[in-house]
């Protein structure tokens, strides 16, 4: 896919350097285009190093009807900036080709950053939502130090990543659970597990960039700032039930990628004082996917680990967790085998359907975890 990168004058054009590498990084072929001023901030030269950069760049050619890019992203974007497109005003480079793209039909992400006081100022805000109305797609700043920062890089690629996806979930409501829950014996100390979080976390993001409306509901929330990107942060398996219940009763699938704790435990007051000996009671915690299920009547995609089990052994537990919970979906590991929060992974992916066994980082499992549910359920 491939990212023409419009770079304006703000402060934050430094940061185009770091933004640059990332697409590329992600796959994306990254041609830019700067204003002047953002070349008395960036410089050519840099630009050239991390990027195409077109020093005459031809509108029509870069985001015409068959224009080279994909995506036009305008990041930093600048109140005068902002105004010029959202009025029409192709008198820079940097406005024309974003005015082109818009009516060429192509995908225009923008990243505003500029003083807090301008950002808030009623004709900017007028013009972002003008931008909107275009069909552009806006990535909110930081709002810190009486400024409005450029979005963090990791913010504006998957912004970039939502506007080239296939977008099967677009208009989907999805709930995904992720990381351990933390069961306290005292005001200080409890029973966790290692997970990390990082697998439901890529589920949660992967289907945010397909389209879909997420609420992520996590003991390890990311605190990523997208439009149509909600955390819910638990702490118990019982704060973790009470919010799936809430949430799931409008949703189109529940992702169970949570690794909550099987047992809970009674919890004192005030510090145990250190002893020789202490013994706790544990009782079964409830089971936030048979819960789920009373309430809910769509689709689930559960996680089963195991440990020290045979491939054919895994297979058979995960079938019969599918037909015991009522699963569209299973994903089943061995976690001796990689371990628990680790940043890679080997799964089996389990339908009625089909069964594939997929390694690899956390990222490119999630896709390949969403793209067997594509082609199961969605098509």
């Known amino acids: 896919m491939k990212v023409l990168l419009c770079v304006t004058g703000s402060l934050a054009a430094i940061e185009s350097i770091k933004l640059s590498r990332e697409l590329a990084r992600r796959g994306f072929s990254v041609k830019s285009v700067a204003s002047d001023d953002a070349l008395e ?16 760049p031809n509108h029509v050619e870069l985001a015409g009807l068959k224009g080279w890019c994909d995506v036009v992203l305008v990041a930093p974007a600048t109140a005068t900036t902002i105004s010029r497109i959202a009025n029409g005003m192709g008198d820079t480079p940097v406005s024309l080709i974003a005015l082109t793209a818009v009516g060429s039909g192509k995908r225009v992400v923008v990243a505003p950053a500029m003083h807090l006081g301008m950002f808030r100022n009623p004709a900017v805000q007028e013009n972002i939502e003008k931008l909107r109305g275009m069909g552009v797609d806006i990535v909110w700043p930081k709002i810190e130090e009486e400024k409005a920062k450029l979005a963090s890089v990791e913010e504006i690629c998957l912004y970039v990543e939502r506007a080239v996806s296939s977008g099967e979930f677009s208009g989907k409501k999805v709930v995904v659970t992720s990381g351990p829950t933390y069961e306290f014996i005292d005001p200080i100390r409890f029973i966790s597990n290692k997970s990390s979080g990082r697998m439901g976390l890529e589920l949660a993001l992967e289907l945010w960039r397909r389209g879909a ?37 409008e ?12 047992f809970v435990v009674g919890r004192e007051g005030k510090k145990i004082k250190t002893c020789r000996e202490l013994t706790l009671k544990l009782e079964e915690a409830p089971k936030i996917i048979k819960e789920v299920r009373k309430v809910y009547d769509g689709h689930i995609i559960g996680f089963k680990a195991e440990t020290g089990v045979r491939e054919e052994e895994l297979e058979r537990i995960a079938r019969e967790k599918m037909l015991d919970d009522e699963l569209e979906m299973v994903v089943a590991n061995d976690v001796l085998e990689r371990g628990m929060g680790t940043e890679d992974t080997r799964v089996l992916i389990l339908t009625p359907e089909e069964k594939e066994w997929v390694e690899g980082s956390k990222r490119e499992v999630a896709k390949r975890i969403v793209d067997s549910y594509v082609r199961v359920y969605l098509r």
């Not at 901030?41 to 005459?56: C, M």
């Not at 390890?220 to 219940?245: A, H, I, Q, T, Y």
């Open 41 to 56: 901030i960036v410089g050519k030269r840099a630009l050239s190093f991390v990027s195409d950069f077109q020093e005459r």
């Open 213 to 249: 409306e997420v609420v992520h509901v996590t003991s390890k929330p990311s605190n990523l700032k997208l439009e149509g990107f909600r955390e819910v942060r638990v702490v118990s398996v019982r704060d973790m039930l009470e919010s799936c219940l809430q949430e799931v009763r």
């Open 251 to 262: 949703c189109d699938l529940f992702v169970s990628a949570a690794a909550p704790s099987d």
